[in-house]
């Protein structure tokens, strides 16, 4: 930042976030190789990364020991890859038909992960079964990684339950739109593991290359980094240190405020200052995210204490479906980031190596088609709850003033029953988009 930083205006702030480009893989001239130093003032930032925009894997030492199995050159690893590169593209897919489900009126909301797909696949893709997730709205490639089916992502988007999965049965916690709570949730259950181990409940792995305790990740967005819950989650994380991994999905934007506005700093810069190791990632390469997670969960496991890590990526979508982009950001910027798309990229890193052909993406292709369908019969076929359901499971107990709300809305949906001669209903298409539209 320039050193009037401390006078600038929100407007000058705003207008840095629509104008500067991360400089994430540095490859916009076709010259740089994966890991950059950034351009942010003051406040530059090594970005670490392997593939660049075009797909060209560069080596770095300090990541390619933790890419051994995908760069082995055997059919594990063709696997491998070929399997990250299909996650990407089925959960583009399942966000294209969530996003179309939404258009049609059979979802409430629906928060776009568009552009984030290798931030997502490959974080997750370093997790072990006994790790456990908390996470925010949009990670939805993480959610069907941990093993959630398509529909069961979508039914609290429907507006039908208040929780779409068991979050034990999976390892992930469902979704938290309070921005940043699920940092602190993801120390405490941190802390729990380290009970546990300590107690002798929870015993490390041994003999694997992925060895040690269980982990808790939290994924946090850029504007979460702002609020008091994931500040907090750094100190209470720094000073037990637990196994944790904090991960960071900077897409650039929180809803129309740019990252530049909440922090004149790197992001990656505020985990040293509460005593977090730091690593700033071209979220965009699957392969660099790969690496730098299973490094961050390898000190989670083996009593290393937390690591934050800050993904650089590109929301491309809207904020939510409720949300127009276009009021607040410029076209340049998404055709800027375009170029970097991280699907795009793995592709061109597998043909090139002659590890993606026409068949396979065909395959892939109709994979992610398949899903979708699976996803759109499963989502219209789900049967709305009746409206007093929403009482049931407010206490575990009777409350009095529960039972009397109960009854309060009871007699209030009598009365359409008067009006239409009906009985009450549940809730319509038409109100699942209104629920939506002030988020
Ligand atoms: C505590 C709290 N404050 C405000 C909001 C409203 N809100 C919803 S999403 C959002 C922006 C979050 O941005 P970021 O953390 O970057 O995540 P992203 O949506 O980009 O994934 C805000 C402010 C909220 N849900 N919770
Ligand atoms: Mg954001």
Redesign the pocket.
Known sequence: MPSTMGSTSRDDLSRAGGARTETASGTTDGTTAGSTDDGWGGGAARTVGVLDEKGVRHPDPALDRWLTDVDAGDQEARATLLGLYEDMVVARRIDAEATALQRQGELALWPPLQGQEAAQVGSATALRDDDFVFS?Y?EHAVARRRGVTPVDLLRVWRGVTASGWDPYSVGMATPQ????AQALHGVGYALGIQADVERGVVAPVTGSSDDGTPAAVAY?????MS?GDVNEAFVFAATWQVPYVLFC?N?Q???SEPVTLQSPVPLVQRASGFGVPGVRVDGNDVLAVLAVTREALHRARTGGGPTFVEAVTY?MGP?TTADDPTRYRDASELDAWAERDPIARLAAYLRAGGLLTDDDEARVREAADAVAAELRAGVVAIEDPTPLSVFDHVYAEPHPTVAAERAEHAAYLEGFADATGTTTTGTTTTDRAAQGADR
């Open positions: 925010s949009r739109v309070i921005i940043g946090v967005g850029d504007g979460a609020q999905q897409n934007w929180a809803i929301r904020h």
